[in-house]
């Protein structure tokens, strides 16, 4: 996906519908769990997948049409906004050509024993930096 | 609370946990229909959601702290904004006393055949209207 440098087909199931036979509106948290999941785990987490050291923060997501099971999602993810203690994760959901939703989130890395948010550290930044996407499209 | 005319408790189920042993962050989305829809049960009576098709155009969740299996959870809502053909529903999720979330919902009114949107009735509006809050602190 333009603009995004890394990207996870998304794999619907049935049970994601709703009585609007469209893939629920909480449902497509999930999904952008799966794609920033899949991130982390081939960037960050080096075999240790629960080591996460970030919590969520914020999340928002714009609903732009429907999903339905007729046609696969992919989602893009990038790094948006680099803070001193968090740092934002962007995501575009697109299915058959068009733009499903855009969607972005907060992260707040914390102190894992503790769990009180500390600072960015600078191999960390570097590689959050490695993953920023670009506007093109 | 203070400010937030409706109440909707929640059944905190094992499957809502993720790894962590919290709630997991989408399931809060769901609450926010489990209110959305209980509050829409109760003041619009025998006219189903069916009936009156509004879509989720917009999702915002300020996450506050962790919410575990035992706590007893509740879900306040209120109705912001009511524009021409959308409003906004602005929700409190409170877990054991505290705030554990703070979140608003767009809806948008939907021609289900068209696609379009549609201006909301006048019945709906008036409704939507008993939940808004006029004076907010802060």
Same mark, same amino acid.
């Given at each position: 996906?333009?603009?995004?440098?890394?990207?996870?087909?998304?794999?619907?199931?049935?049970?994601?519908?709703?009585?609007?036979?469209?893939?629920?509106?909480?449902?497509?948290?999930?999904?952008?769990?799966?794609?920033?999941?899949?991130?982390?785990?081939?960037?960050?987490?080096?075999?240790?997948?629960?080591?996460?050291?970030?919590?969520?923060?914020?999340?928002?997501?714009?609903?732009?049409?429907?999903?339905?099971?007729?046609?696969?999602?992919?989602?893009?993810?990038?790094?948006?906004?680099?803070?001193?203690?968090?740092?934002?994760?962007?995501?575009?959901?697109?299915?058959?050509?068009?733009?499903?939703?855009?969607?972005?989130?907060?992260?707040?890395?914390?102190?894992?024993?503790?769990?009180?948010?500390?600072?960015?550290?600078?191999?960390?930044?570097?590689?959050?930096?490695?993953?920023?996407?670009?506007?093109?499209? | 609370?203070?400010?937030?005319?409706?109440?909707?408790?929640?059944?905190?189920?094992?499957?809502?946990?993720?790894?962590?042993?919290?709630?997991?962050?989408?399931?809060?989305?769901?609450?926010?229909? %489990? #209110?959305? /829809?209980?509050?829409?049960?109760?003041?619009?009576?025998?006219?189903?959601?069916?009936? $009156?098709?509004?879509? +989720? !155009?917009?999702?915002?969740?300020?996450?506050?702290?962790?919410?575990?299996?035992?706590?007893?959870?509740?879900?306040?809502?209120?109705?912001?904004?009511?524009?021409?053909?959308?409003?906004?529903?602005?929700?409190?999720?409170?877990?054991?006393?505290?705030?554990?979330? %703070? #979140?608003? /919902?767009?809806?948008?009114?939907?021609?289900?055949?068209?696609?379009?949107?549609?201006? $909301?009735?006048?019945? +709906? !509006?008036?409704?939507?209207?008993?939940?808004?809050?006029?004076?907010?602190?802060?």
């Amino acid at each position: 996906m333009k603009g995004y440098p890394f990207e996870v087909p998304i794999q619907a199931r049935r049970r994601d519908l709703d009585a609007f036979a469209h893939v629920n509106n909480a449902v497509f948290a999930s999904y952008l769990e799966v794609v920033r999941a899949s991130l982390w785990r081939e960037h960050f987490a080096e075999g240790q997948e629960l080591d996460i050291p970030f919590f969520l923060a914020r999340l928002e997501i714009d609903f732009k049409r429907p999903l339905g099971l007729g046609c696969p999602a992919r989602i893009g993810i990038r790094v948006g906004r680099i803070g001193g203690s968090s740092f934002t994760f962007e995501y575009r959901v697109e299915a058959d050509g068009g733009i499903a939703a855009e969607a972005a989130s907060i992260q707040v890395v914390v102190d894992k024993p503790a769990g009180r948010p500390r600072h960015i550290e600078p191999a960390e930044r570097a590689k959050l930096e490695t993953l920023r996407g670009s506007n093109e499209e | 609370m203070q400010n937030y005319p409706f109440v909707c408790p929640i059944q905190v189920r094992w499957r809502d946990l993720d790894a962590f042993a919290h709630v997991n962050n989408a399931v809060f989305a769901s609450y926010l229909e %489990v #209110a959305r /829809t209980e509050f829409w049960r109760q003041r619009f009576g025998g006219r189903s959601t069916m009936e $009156i098709p509004f879509f +989720v !155009r917009r999702l915002e969740i300020d996450f506050k702290r962790p919410i575990s299996l035992d706590d007893e959870v509740q879900v306040w809502l209120r109705v912001g904004e009511i524009r021409g053909a959308s409003f906004d529903f602005e929700y409190l999720v409170e877990a054991d006393g505290s705030t554990a979330a %703070v #979140a608003v /919902t767009t809806l948008a009114c939907v021609d289900t055949t068209s696609g379009r949107p549609v201006r $909301i009735a006048e019945d +709906v !509006r008036a409704i939507l209207a008993t939940l808004q809050v006029r004076e907010r602190p802060g």
